[in-house]
Structure formats: structure tokens, C-alpha cells
């Protein structure tokens, strides 16, 4: 007789790979509560304490760390089952789970996600914005996206667009009040709008000439922390916005805003798709990556 059901299985090998309820209930898109409470229903199936819990900590038991050693190997050949099987769909199904950064996403929403919806319509598609790089493995994710230099390198990498170009922007308003910038250093006298980071320091902003580079803490009195709200405060004639050259394609083109030092500022690589190194890929990940080198840019 079965004494625990799969569900009540994989909860306990993911509170003991986690150490912990929360990360584990995250991973298995259920509630930190629902997840205890299988692991106490399977517990009193079974008759053994599997876990030993303080209000600090999550620790298995001899009984448990015996349990999830046997029961472990059988559900990854269980996984890799499925995932072998679901390779025969002609239509991806399920939920598809991505982190991403804001800008990420919304430089990639129309051309590739949305584009995956419309191609797929049976996929749910969950979106997850996120400042500071994740483990998208231990968090449940399918993929992320962001700009390829910070992608863990034990990631498989499928590029979305092969540069991104920085651009340095004010509104004409402003510039008729205090002039252009010639030279990087001249940006010591005009206000800049300083970005901080989801680390919690503040960008410097990078230049290039000539093969050298370097970078500048530049002044300003405006601080924000997200990059539509720069790009807003710079077509108000706030100050000098550094951000990237398609989210300010269209003020460019309609004289909103003005670009300068463009001969100062090199492209950086830019965005990819990145997932976990797998022998089989499931069908709904495969169909994303498809779509990816399809409609990759440059």
C-alpha cells in the first residue's frame, strides 16, 4: 500500500533540499501552511517524525534524512519520466514561470512573451520582476532573462539581443538653460539623475573612447531607483538621464529628448534567455527557446 501520496513526497524532499518551508512552498507554487500540513499528514501516516522543527530552523531526522535518501533517486527518475514524455506534446500546456528584471521585461513583453502567448494558448505565463539576480533553480523558475554579463555561468544561454546601447539624454528644455555637455567631465556642472541600484550603491556611469574606459559618479540631486521613473524626470527636464537607447527611441525620434556624449558611451552584450542545463528540456521551455532565436534582434 502506498503510504504517502507524490505530492506529500515531493513536498519533503523540497523542505529538506531547502532547509526551510518558505523557499520549499515557493518552488512548489503552494502555501508555506499547505506545505506543513502535508508533511504532518504524511508524518502521521507513516508514524515517524521526518522533521525536527524549531521556530528557527527546519532539520530532518535520523528517521527523515534516511527517508528523503531513499525516496529522492525515485522521484527524479519519476521527473525525468514526465519531462521525457512531455516531449511528444505538439502544444506546450502548463505554466511557465520567468524572472526578469523591469527593464528586461519590458524590453522583451511584446516581441517574445506575449508572442509566446498568442503562438501557445493553452500556457500560463507568470512574470516575475526582480532587481537582484536570483537562483532561478532553487526558486521554482523555468528561465530568466537578463543582460547576458550577469548570468551564472553554469546556465545554458540563448541570446535575445546581441547589444544594448547606452544613451545620455535631456530634454530640450533643459539644455537652453545649461547648455551641452561636451566632455564627460563637463557633467560635473550639470544635474544629473543618479540611479540606485538593487544592491543598494549608486551606478556609475560608464564610459568608453578610444579603447579606454572608465566611469564617473556623477552629481545630482534627484536619486531614483527605476528606470521609467528616470526616463519621466528627464522629458520634465529634471536632469541628465543615462538609460538605454530603446526606451528612448521614440522621444528621440519626436525631439522629446535629446541624446549627447553619444560618441563617449559603447554598447554593453545584451539580454538572454537563461536556464538550467538539462538532458531533456521541457516542451514549454523548448518552445520558448525556439521562439527566442526566431525573433532575436540586434
Known sequence: MLRGTLAELEAVVAVATHGGFRAAARELGI???????????????????????????????????????????????????????????????????????????????????????????????????????VDINAQGFDAGIRIRETVPPDMIIQPISRSVRPVIVGSPGYFERHGRPKVPADLKNHDCIRARMASGSLYHWEFERHGEAFTLDVPGLLTLDESDLMLRAAREGAGLAYLNAWQVAADLADGKLIEVLDDWIAPYPGLCLYYPGRRHIPAKLRALVDLVREVAWD
Open 31 to 133: 502555501s508555506s501552511s499547505a506545505l506543513s500540513q502535508q508533511i504532518a499528514v504524511l508524518e502521521a501516516r507513516i508514524g515517524v517524525r521526518l522533521f525536527n522543527r524549531t521556530t528557527r530552523s527546519v532539520v530532518l531526522s535520523s528517521a527523515g534524512e534516511q527517508f528523503v535518501a531513499e525516496i529522492a533517486p525515485a522521484l527524479a527518475a519519476i521527473r525525468k519520466a514526465v519531462d521525457l514524455a512531455d516531449e511528444h506534446r505538439t502544444e506546450p500546456s502548463g505554466t511557465l514561470r520567468i524572472n526578469t528584471s523591469v527593464g528586461a521585461a519590458r524590453m522583451v513583453l511584446n516581441p517574445v512573451l506575449l508572442e509566446y502567448r498568442r503562438r501557445h494558448t493553452q500556457m500560463a505565463v507568470e512574470i516575475v520582476t526582480e532587481g537582484a539576480l
